[in-house]
Nanobody, 127 residues
Framework: QVQLVESGGGLVQPGGSLRLSCAAS????????IGWFRQAPGKEREGVSC????????YYADSVKGRFTISRDNAKNTVYLQMNSLKLEDTAVYYC????????????????????WGQGTQVTVSS
């Protein structure tokens, strides 16, 4: 049974940092990409950062480049999102998702390219 569990969300002040974790079970990361998406109230879900777990190729949305870093530990079947210099507009529910890469170095970046989703973790940036 495929399962993705996010953790690490919380309340942080502007300029602060959080590290989100996405623990996968029921499959191995090697043939999947893991994407982090977020959805703020009244807004559409948007891709934040994605990683091809086999090749390590990555994608970052322009809004988070230079502030967020995605990484993976295939031995732990876990992907991380280090978020630094957080801004008010980063407030959202963050979801991780898994999508098959079929052995390529391709990084899917849109939500409809992902097959499995976690339940989400709330990130609130507030002073």
């Amino acid at each position: 049974q495929v399962q993705l569990v996010e953790s690490g969300g919380g309340l942080v002040q502007p300029g602060g940092s959080l590290r989100l974790s996405c623990a996968a079970s029921g499959f191995t990361l090697d043939y999947y990409a893991i994407g982090w998406f977020r959805q703020a109230p009244g807004k559409e879900r948007e891709g934040v950062s994605c990683i091809n777990s086999n090749f390590g190729s990555t994608y970052y949305a322009d809004s988070v480049k230079g502030r967020f870093t995605i990484s993976r530990d295939n031995a732990k079947n876990t992907v991380y999102l280090q978020m630094n210099s957080l801004k008010l507009e980063d407030t959202a529910v963050y979801y991780c998702a898994a999508g098959a890469t079929h052995g390529s170095s391709w990084v899917p970046v849109t939500h409809d390219e992902y097959d499995y989703w976690g339940q989400g973790t709330q990130v609130t940036v507030s002073s």
